[in-house]
């Protein structure tokens, strides 16, 4: 089982589903680091947008 952070209240839980206010929930652990990220160009333009990617 791992932690679990609710998407509307916030809360974590262990529960796919809050236990308060019935929402789904999401992992709360971060991505694991690995140097080679072969698809950091995509999540940078995803979050920065085109006009500020590096290519």
């Known amino acids: 089982m791992k932690l679990r952070k609710c998407v509307k209240c916030k809360r974590y839980t ?10 789904n929930t999401i992992s709360a652990h971060p991505p694991k680091f690995s140097p080679e990220d072969k698809y950091g160009k995509w999540r940078r333009k995803v979050k920065f947008g085109s006009e500020n990617s590096q290519t």
């Open 14 to 23: 262990l529960k796919e589903l809050c236990p308060l206010c019935g929402a």
